[in-house]
């Protein structure tokens, strides 16, 4: 018995840190915004009121919500597209033997190790200023235009950046999946006279596919958390075109001080987010039945 | 190799540079504006300063403080870092050698958390720091991220604890080790491949991370690189000399650290993603 609870002992000096900081930093702020969600409060006053479904109902018609919502839509569609092409096309060439392999993998991976906030200025800098200059010298109207000002521009802008930074990361975890591919599998097929696109789509796509639901819910989920771009290239601008879902809770909770109401519009980025992960793990667990 | 290949591959490396030329021109960019003088800037971007000024640093350095800034954030990085790693792999190990509905339900609580996104719960989190004074203070800071590098931490430190043999443990344990000391002698020398792997996933995330710091830190003198640096985007700021001096200045040690670390933060990073 003495020694059942000494084991006891140890474990729980193990485990308590862990336990601790857990519920002090994650669940008790977690479970306080959704308390939050049904309250109405302004951030100061010593009562707080219980409101119900009220602040839900409030965000339904709210118009600055649900064009943070459609801009998030658009720009998860845009990027996860994008990164998983060019990650992917990317991944092919560096695939095979060809010179300064691991120079070109090092520069294409470089800008994902900066922070995306320093990425947002430089690009900033380039679009305000070089991109006026390119546009003098050359004439080209699309040079010309101040792409951050324009709404449709503006969404561009982010992708392209968000691109040009994460590109790398999905092209290193392709590369590491087609490395994966066993060698004598492709000759094998080579014999059996299959082309470059058969090869492609019956050997190597099925054996990558693991690769490609793990990039695919990257880009979104990724997507969806989209904050650091949105604050330092537009913005959130031009007139709030290019807020995201994060940067918009941001600016309500902390701008303009709507605790309450901006706490539910965080707990319904939770459940989109929830629900993106938990679509992840079923298709993941579906795919390692069917192999 | 055939001939054709071989073509092929000429005609792909010449695409892939040119793509790479293209990827590495705004860090040029960026570089080469930080030498220049503010007119200079302004008159062409492309091109290469007439003259190389080196005050531009010197102003940045002194007007950020970014000695300062750079020790809060080697410090809130390193600090933090540490702690995670301190904090989850006992947890782990325990969850791992004492299985059991307790292990169980507390290892799955946690784990169910990675699905929270931070700025799900970063306005209650404000609320809850500020009535543990922990608002606008680095050891606040550090203690917030050991709560939100656990979840990933614990449950890459599960995964491989599994796979590690139970032998060696008893075997320290019969030579006369408490369990701690066996912990500390044996197991955490054993995880040092996984440690790694945790140590980069999240250095690289707390050095960059902007928008934590934005919320808890308010005064000067706590500031972190990315925060202080923003100073000169804001609104009526458009100097921008000194604004690509403090973007590269920024840049410099983390481009440092993965040109050393490369191949440790590719791997890291790809075993994250994979598991994670």
New interface residues.
């Given amino acids: 018995m003495a020694i059942k609870s000494r084991?006891w002992l140890?474990?729980a000096?193990?485990?308590a840190?862990?336990?601790l900081?857990?519920t002090?930093?994650?669940?008790?702020?977690?479970l306080?915004?959704i308390i939050?969600s049904f309250q109405d409060w302004d951030g100061i006053s010593s009562n707080i009121q219980w409101v119900g479904w009220s602040n839900y109902q409030q965000l339904l018609h709210d118009a600055s919500f649900w064009k943070s919502f459609n801009f998030t839509a658009k720009y998860v569609a845009a990027t996860t597209i994008l990164l998983n092409i060019f990650g992917l096309l990317?991944a092919l060439?560096?695939n095979?033997?060809?010179?300064?392999r691991n120079?070109?993998r090092?520069?294409?991976?470089?800008?994902y190790?900066?922070?995306?906030?320093?990425v947002g200025?430089?690009?900033?800098?380039?679009i305000t200023?070089?991109f006026a200059?390119i546009g003098e010298a050359t004439g080209w109207s699309i040079f010309q235009k101040n792409w951050l000002s324009l709404p449709d521009y503006a969404f561009w802008s982010i992708v392209m950046v968000a691109v040009?930074q994460s590109v790398?990361?999905f092209m290193?975890?392709y590369l590491?999946a087609l490395q994966g591919v066993p060698k004598d599998l492709i000759e094998a097929s080579e014999i059996d006279g299959a082309g470059y696109w058969g090869r492609m789509r019956n050997v190597v796509f099925p054996l990558i596919r693991?690769?490609i639901t793990?990039n695919l819910f990257?880009a979104i989920a990724n997507g969806?958390?989209g904050?650091?771009l949105n604050?330092?290239l537009t913005g959130g601008g031009p007139f709030g075109t290019t807020q995201s879902?994060?940067y918009h809770?941001?600016t309500e909770?902390?701008g303009r001080n709507l605790?309450t109401y901006?706490?539910s519009k965080?707990?319904i980025?939770?459940l989109i987010?929830?629900t993106v992960?938990?679509v992840q793990s079923l298709v993941l667990k579906r795919r390692e039945v069917e192999m | 190799?055939k001939k054709r290949d071989k073509r092929l591959?000429w005609i792909?490396?010449t695409?892939?540079?040119v793509?790479?030329i293209f990827?590495?021109f705004?860090?040029y960019?960026?570089l080469v504006?930080s030498f220049k003088s503010y007119n200079e800037?302004?008159s062409?971007?492309?091109s290469l300063p007439s003259v190389l000024h080196f005050d531009n640093f010197k102003t940045v350095w002194n007007q950020l403080n970014f000695g300062g800034v750079f020790m809060n954030s080697l410090m809130i990085t390193v600090v933090s870092v540490v702690g995670i790693l301190l904090?989850?792999a006992?947890?782990a190990?325990?969850?791992v050698r004492?299985p059991g509905w307790v292990s169980t339900a507390?290892f799955m609580?946690?784990l169910s958390?990675?699905?929270?996104?931070?700025?799900?719960?970063?306005?209650?989190?404000?609320?809850?720091a500020s009535d543990?004074h922990m608002m606008d203070s680095i050891t606040g800071v550090i203690?917030?991220y050991?709560?939100?590098g656990?979840?990933l931490a614990?449950f890459l430190y599960h995964g491989f604890i599994k796979s590690i043999p139970r032998e060696l443990e008893e075997a320290a344990l019969i030579d006369g080790n408490g369990?701690?000391g066996a912990?500390f002698r044996i197991v955490l020398p054993l995880l040092k491949p996984i440690t790694t792997t945790i140590a980069i996933l999240h250095s690289?995330w707390i050095?960059?991370?902007?928008?934590l710091p934005l919320?808890t830190l308010s005064s000067k003198k706590n500031q972190t690189?990315?925060l202080a640096?923003?100073v000169?985007?804001g609104q009526y700021m458009n100097e921008?000399h000194l604004?690509?001096a403090a973007?590269t200045m920024?840049?410099i040690p983390?481009?440092i650290?993965?040109?050393i670390m490369?191949r440790n933060?590719?791997d890291g990073?790809?075993a994250g993603?994979?598991k994670g």
Avoid: C, E, H
């Avoid at chain 1, 200025?121 to 380039?126: G, T």
């Fill in positions: 084991g140890i474990y000096a193990f485990v840190p862990a336990i900081f857990f002090l930093i994650i669940l008790i702020p977690f306080r915004a939050f990317l060439g560096l095979r033997a060809i010179k300064l120079l070109l090092t520069v294409y991976f470089l800008p190790v900066m922070g995306s906030v320093i200025f430089i690009w900033k800098f380039i200023n070089l200059q040009w790398g990361y290193i975890i590491s693991p690769a793990i990257l969806f958390k904050f650091d604050y330092s879902l994060a809770i941001y909770g902390f605790f901006a706490s965080a707990v980025f939770f987010l929830a992960t938990i | 190799m591959n792909i490396f695409i892939l540079f793509i790479a990827v590495f705004p860090l960019v960026t504006n800037v302004v062409s971007v492309a904090i989850s006992p947890a190990y325990q969850f004492r507390l609580l946690i958390s990675l699905v929270i996104p931070f700025q799900s719960l970063m306005i209650p989190l404000v609320k809850v543990l203690i917030m050991w709560g939100f656990i979840p614990l369990i701690v912990f690289l050095w960059n991370d902007f928008l919320i690189i990315p640096s923003s000169y985007f921008w604004a690509m973007l920024a840049s983390v481009i650290f993965f040109i490369q933060i590719i990073i790809t993603a994979v």
